[in-house]
């Protein structure tokens, strides 16, 4: 594992932007598996700039994201699949075919998670994996449990992760109870791995899913297992560390 501490948030988004900018020129038709929430913003930026100044090529990349919200449609503006298109999608030039997200429509949970498996196989798994990291050690929606789960699946999210994330929707009881995620087993199976973390907030979290024991009560703690992690975080999230 790799730990490549930066200034601030604006630093951290461009060295991860250039680690995926360099994986689309090494591999043109890489798949990237992607993440949400406000964390991989300022990367998704950068990668736009790249694009807008004819550095970069998405026409041949592939990407399958994370995770979705149970019960919201693609147009409501709360979901993931809004959230791409917004911030990333509909300013460069990935086919919309080659994109791929849970669909939190779909209330069959079951053949859901079995499709969206069978995606990710048919893409032949995923290249880079971004990651946040959730208050809890969460990672996509793996929330704190007894164990590991294997695939997709669905989750019922916790208090924590409904009140971190109210503050994007108009009111607490609007934000989903479930969501669609790649398990544990899925994201492990990414060839790379790159981990972003900002902020004062996540710097105990960190420091738990780094240096702590692997335990599913900590799922990011997971990635101690994996083979090829990179961790870009600012200076504020390493501060426990610093702390040590
Ligand atoms: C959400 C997403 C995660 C994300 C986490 C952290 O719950 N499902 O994939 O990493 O929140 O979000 P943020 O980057 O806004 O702190």
């Known amino acids: 594992m790799r730990i490549y501490r930066t200034a601030d948030y604006q630093e951290m988004s461009r060295s991860a932007a250039r680690i995926l900018a360099a994986q689309i020129q090494l591999k043109p038709d890489c798949v990237l598996g992607l993440a949400t929430g406000s964390t991989p913003i300022g990367t998704y930026e950068e990668l736009v700039r790249q694009y807008q100044a004819g550095w970069l090529d998405f026409s041949e990349v592939k990407s399958a994201n994370l995770d979705e919200y149970r019960g919201l449609t693609r147009d409501n503006d709360q979901s993931y699949y809004y959230f791409m298109r917004q911030n990333l999608f509909r300013h460069i030039n990935i086919k919309p075919e080659n994109t791929h997200i849970p669909d939190g429509s779909q209330s069959d949970a079951s053949a859901e998670c079995t499709r969206y498996e069978h995606v990710l196989t048919q893409l032949g798994g995923v290249d880079l994996q971004i990651l946040g990291l959730g208050h809890n050690g969460h990672i996509g929606f793996n929330e704190p449990a007894d164990a590991f789960a294997q695939t997709t699946h669905c ?36 060839r790379k791995i790159l981990l972003l973390v900002s902020g004062s907030a996540k710097a105990d979290i960190l420091y738990a899913s780094l240096r702590g024991p692997v335990t599913p009560q900590v799922p990011a703690s997971i990635l101690q297992f994996h083979p090829d992690v990179t961790v870009i975080t600012d200076e504020a999230a390493l501060s426990s560390f610093l702390r040590q």
């Open 155 to 190: 989750v019922d999210l916790t208090r924590s992760t409904i009140e971190a994330n109210q503050r994007f929707f108009a009111r607490e009881e609007d934000v989903p109870r479930q969501a669609y995620t790649m398990g544990i087993g899925t994201i492990m199976r990414a």
